[in-house]
């Protein structure tokens, strides 16, 4: 097990815009976020990745911040599309 944790991509960091991590956002508007202004996170050191890298990554290697905070949003997006909420973010929901 890895001291540094894998984090989940919240952004594309397209336009220059800096790439952060779904646990140092918070979210500002449809498809936006804006960074939580922890300096815990700033220079953040960890491996920052796609939603198929951290799925493919093994769980003791995740933040567990990203999971949590990843299971909201994706939460929160089933239910704009009118479906019901899952209880893990990796459950394969119809």
Not at 3 to 11: P, V
Not at 28 to 45: D, L, Q
Request: glycine share 6%; aromatic share 6%.
């Amino acid at each position: 097990m890895s001291t540094r944790k894998t984090h989940l991509r919240a952004n594309k960091g397209l336009n220059g815009q800096r790439i952060m991590a779904r646990c140092a956002v918070q979210p500002a508007g449809k498809g936006m976020v804006r960074s939580n202004s922890r300096a815990t996170y700033r220079f953040m050191a960890s491996e920052i990745v796609d939603w198929a890298t951290f799925k493919a990554t093994a769980a003791a290697d995740r933040c567990a911040h990203c999971v949590d905070t990843g299971l909201i949003a994706y939460n929160r997006q089933r239910r704009e599309r009118g479906l019901a909420p899952v209880a893990s973010l990796f459950e394969v929901a119809a």
